[in-house]
């Protein structure tokens, strides 16, 4: 199967399944779904593409265990980054931006959390970066443990088994697998329309509401309009 390259090589699918196998699915999974390095990973276009190699036995594995073995690792890792929120705390909002740590994400992240409650463990799995900090916010915000892992394992069997039985049911049709290079671009673009809606909806809210403008004091240091400049020789004089 060729695919279109989606970037470096390490971030195609099909490189990645073919280079390191199953292990390497699993690892992807677990890591984008709760440790702060993983939110680049290509989570949604991976499991399509494992489940089509699946049923086209180009992976030689059993689709029921690899959904299985998605579902655990996807679980693990939110498990993981909730663990971690609880022990990092609020520090989290105050650790300095780097290549690999930006706090716009975790604000991202907060804000969805906000927004949906515990429901958001569920949703964020269909949202890239946001899926990768949300179970990290969870814990954070010191959410109740077994709503969590309710919400945990209904996200992590949606999203990891889900599109995994996608890319097998998909696999199995001839336009598919000849187009198979548009089809993955397909779901990059799908998965990002939320974040592109996140993101114009913020800078929509911001002009709408602008931040206020800092406060001005007069010459005895009264809230208000500045001093003109003759007043301010007055005052000197005085």
Request: glycine content about 10%.
């Amino acid at each position: 199967m060729n695919t279109l390259a989606l970037g470096p090589s390490w971030l195609d699918p099909d490189y990645l399944i073919q280079t390191f196998g199953p292990i390497g699915v699993l690892a992807i999974v677990f890591a984008e779904s709760g440790l702060l390095i993983g939110f680049f990973l290509p989570g949604d276009s991976l499991l399509f593409t494992t489940g089509l190699l699946v049923t086209t036995g180009k992976l030689d594995y059993p689709l029921w265990l690899m959904c299985t073995m998605i579902v655990a690792a996807a679980v693990l890792g939110d498990q993981v980054g909730y663990l971690f929120g609880r022990k990092v705390g609020p520090a989290l909002f105050k650790r300095p931006d780097s290549k690999l740590f930006k706090q716009e994400n975790v604000e991202k992240a907060h804000e969805f959390f906000e927004k949906h409650g515990p429901k958001s463990l569920i949703l964020a799995r269909f949202v890239p970066i946001v899926r990768t900090f949300t179970p990290i916010i969870a814990g954070v915000s010191r959410m109740n443990y077994r709503s969590f892992i309710v919400y945990n394992l209904i996200g992590g069997v949606l999203w990891g088994a889900g599109v995994t039985l996608l890319g097998s049911a998909l696999g199995k049709i001839e336009f598919v697998n000849k187009h198979i290079e548009l089809i993955l671009v397909g779901i990059v673009l799908i998965s990002v329309v939320p974040v592109v809606i996140e993101v114009l909806r913020a800078r929509s809210q911001s002009k709408k509401n602008p931040a206020p403008a800092p406060e001005q004091y007069d010459a005895y240091g009264t809230p208000g309009a500045p001093t003109p400049p003759a007043e301010r020789g007055r005052h000197a004089k005085r």
